[in-house]
């Protein structure tokens, strides 16, 4: 039984009906209960994805467990995430993520620690704004011109002091920038269709894991 | 003359970061009031929301974390008191983060106050609007994408029969009819990790349900493009947007305020820009010939 489930035939069916009630009634007016099954489908992946994070929770855990164990490289940052992480576990399910000794953990801990972390991001630019913005060649002039355009239009003193800039740099995020994130757009959903149609014909099975449980076999 | 231009080329990244802290510290401590243009987007957004008619449905969807609580702020402190200041309005608050709920939670204690005979959450009365009564908040739902998509496809099943708090919700819902996705006439989003992608395929596709988007700026890009071929019907871009609604809706708030640190940041960066460029053209681009 356990060899039928782990066999590409079977986990190769799973994938092929579950797209067809997913895909199907999406794009195709479809009759009942087509549009039913894929309304449970959909509503099955929330439950699955709660069930996912203790799937996460348990290998973080063996992992840092074992990086603790063997003295691996960085192991006292093991230490404390799985201290930290069973702490916050442990508070909240005996508290409830609305009580006090909860919500002072996250204030006090993971809130500063999360936005220090993203607010660090404005002296590495300034930084690199003096150092990497250089002009070596006619790119680096392009690429200097679009950001100090940007810039002074996003600056409301810049916008104010040079009114012309506003709509030259609007010009630039509509025209200059949207043409570059549509080309990013399309390549990434082309490569997502590419991605499921090899999933559908069985050449990506990676995905499901059977071809990492084949190499250790 | 030299000398000068080898420093312009070797000054030390911490004195760049001293200048900043000093700048953005004396910036947000004495703000200057400079001038500040309303660009077509943000007033678009504005009107839109302020188009709100009573018995419309409004979700606001709190994608935030808290890396990007403090650029978000400013639209959470503006747009969502502006919605709950329309009449007849009915509030439906979800959350696709898990953090999320704590600045949705923020966002009611600073808009909002108890009410009477209550002392703590979810029961908060915000521009009029009483809970359970006018707004309810059905809270985090796991699975970002996957969240948005199904509360799509089943919106009651999967929000099940009580809001985050475990009150009964199915007879507000009942009684303001929402049965389905279909009947939500309006997403108000605001991102921090790019939320509006999801509800653009999956509410505005089949539904055409309208969607108003304020993001961080590392989201913007994305929601610019949705915004331009109609698929938005306002965007509000990080704290500059922010503090162009809130200058509109006459919600003021600190986004406002950090407008002047915030050009301040802006010409350092140019200036940094330039001072890097004279060194290198005098001084390092020379020292790369001679080597």
Redesign the interface.
Known sequence: MSAFIRSREFLLTIIVATSFFIYFPYFVTSPEPLPSI???L??T??VI??FA?LVSLYTMTRREALRVTKRGKGWPYGLIMIGLTWFMIIVGVISG??ADAF?FC??AF??????T???IL??Y???A???A???KNLESLVL?IG??TV??K???????LFPYI?PVG?WM??NV??AA??VF?ISATLGGIVLAVRLLTGKEMAMVGLLSRRKKD | MSSIFKICATIDRRVWYALIFLLVGYGLLRPVGFPLIVGPEVKQAYAVIESLKPGDVVLINYDISAFGWDEIKGSALSMVPHIFSKEGVKVILFTDQDQGYIYLETTLKQIGSPMKGYDKFPWYEVQGKKYLEDYINIGFIPGFDKAIAALASDFRGVVGRTDWYGNNIEAWLDANGIKSASDINMIVTLDCAGAQGSWVNYWYLPYKTRIVNAMIGVSAPASINSYNVGMLEGIVVSVRGAAEYQYLSKYYGTALISMDAFSMLQFMLIIAMIIGNVGYYFWERKQEKVS
Request: zero cysteines.
């Open positions: 894929e309304s449970w959909v509503t992946t929330v994805v709660s994070v993520s609305s919500r996250t204030d993971i809130l500063p620690g999360d936005a972390i993203y607010a404005v002296f630019l300034t930084s704004g003096a150092r913005f250089k002009l200097m950001a100090v810039l002074l996003q600056a409301p003193l810049g916008e104010y506003g609007s995020v509509n920038g949207m994130t549509r757009a």
